[in-house]
């Protein structure tokens, strides 16, 4: 068995493992699969598994994301729990992007949403699609497979365009999932071939002194090639931006838009210009100079609203950025000092409206000594074992694969032993688990990314004001709120009443409410207790399967001009509304809930920031 069938096999049996482990079907734990491994390398903000197929009309789609800055992003899964692994072909892919293109097409021109079930994931969809379709940006289509792509692909015969909408193919199969998992940093760079895509490469000037330790380069970047860029790559090219985050809701300065519009031939004298990082260039002599014609693991670490802005400005303003030019310092940096360096290149860059860039970065002191807590500490025997475990943080992405990597089969045994992979959670996990309960339920369905940011931005803060509050203690009581969420996330998912979507909403809010009834009786959950047990005790689960039905009930009940369910859970208003039924989700929990509560204390303060978040205007919601 080669490395790739062997790579298959687990990926078979983690589905398998987690399809058992989470009551679900394995299309959906395929799906959620890619989710987690696709998200935390930014490829994607995230996947919201919403499965509908006819095969009477040839459409079908499996997941979907609606992105802040105007893309939609469709998924369509090619799962069938094979046995072995299988050639995906050519006929193969083109079947499924027309069958994913045909599904957009047909909600886009016709109000199919009216033949769903409104509380079903697809209705929502197809009926944003349906009314929104002329605002979108590009689309991006996503074939996710457990199959091997052929060495024989060349090329998707079919349009890339559906009307005057520009489409996007991403093919992810099971063996460029397999270089992700296995490529330094976890994540797969951006290649750009600028021949490709403007003729004849760019012009640049050399920045640095010819040592070995230190490149750049000096570019003067069309406007057109750079809206290009980020109509292609969206956000990936903004992974290492401190304020990449923002980048979304405030995408269009209205300054760089007006420049846009009204002055283009000043934009060069005007803006700051964007300051980036790369692995490595490819410069060639020409007639005329230098020539920049590739560029490999491109990231912009400072200027992310111009580059946004000039996609928007086209797209909303129909700009044609032909007299719009920027500067560009690209600095060309070696993987092996990426973590060191570019967190600095953009600490530095970004002046203006200061953000903590090392907050961002896995080498923050939180991040080392959460990662040192966890190698450290073991975790108790959970009930029916003797064995105690570790849990793995995983600071940077690949560290959990890379600990492997050169463990005979007898130490990788004794390593998952020691670590087993239902025990390794990652950075933005650790933010997932952190924000229901102490910042907004809402970030955590926003994506990852974002929810992170979030986290980041807090945790800085705190971290500066009291960097031993984040010691033993607060590593146990994060591990027990992880227990906690993956535990909801099976409880749900068993309860007769879920009708399988909105999953990550639905657990996102139900622990936020339950974390808004214990605060306000200004008692704390026994986490220490959680983490002992390495479990939650029966009082814990009545309360996650019943307040998580009337969470249901409430997240698929949008008020009248919200149709999409995921798009309204991603909204301030949606935590109001369901933090102002606080009393009536307090009835629903038995008497054994309240007689396990603490009294409140430094030493096991729980959820108080969003309790005081929603005080005001819940006081207002229920007068």
Known sequence: MNELETFFAEVRQEVLAGAAANSDFGLSEFVNLFDRELTGAGAIEGIEFCHYRNPNIGIRVDGFWMNDDAGLDLFIADYESRGRLETLTNTDVGLFFKRISKFYTQCSREPIFRDFDENSPVYGLARTIYEAHEDYG??????????RLSDQFKHLEISDRIGDMPIAFHIWDI?????????????????????EMWGKGILCLPAHLNTAEYHSFLLVMPGRLIADLYSRYGSRLLEQNVRSFLQARAAVNKGIRDTILNDPKMFFAYNNGITATAANVIVKEAEDGLRMTGIEDLQIVNGGQTTASLFHTRRKDKATLDSVFVQMKLS?????????????????ANTQNRVNAADFFSNHPFHIQMEAASRRLWAPAAEGSQRETKWFYERARGQFVDAQAKL???????????????????????????????EHPRFVNLGAQKNFAKYAERISDEWKSDPDGFGDDYYRRAIARAIIFRRAEKIISEQKWYSGGYRANIVAY??????????????????????QRQGIDPFLYDAISKVGRMVQEDLTSPPEKISNVSEWAKKDACWQRLAARRAEAESLLKPQFAENLLPLSPSNKSVTRASKKVERPLTELES
């Not at 590009?138 to 199959?147: G, P």
């Not at 063996?175 to 021949?195: A, Q, V, W």
């Open 332 to 348: 060309i940096v070696s993987p092996e000092l990426s973590e060191a360096v570019v967190p600095k290149i953009s600490e530095f």
């Open 138 to 147: 590009r689309i991006n289509l996503y074939l996710l497979s457990e199959r």
């Open 408 to 438: 005979t089969a007898a130490e990788t045994r004794r390593f998952l032993a020691e670590y087993p992979k239902s025990q390794m959670f990652t950075k933005t996990d650790l933010a997932k688990y952190e924000n229901v309960w102490d």
């Open 175 to 195: 063996s460029r999932l397999h270089r992700l998992r296995t490529s330094k940093g976890g994540k797969e760079p951006i290649s750009i071939d600028l021949e």
């Open 510 to 531: 139900t622990i936020a409410l339950i974390g808004l009834c214990i605060a306000s009786q200004q008692k704390a959950l026994d986490f220490q207790k959680i983490w």
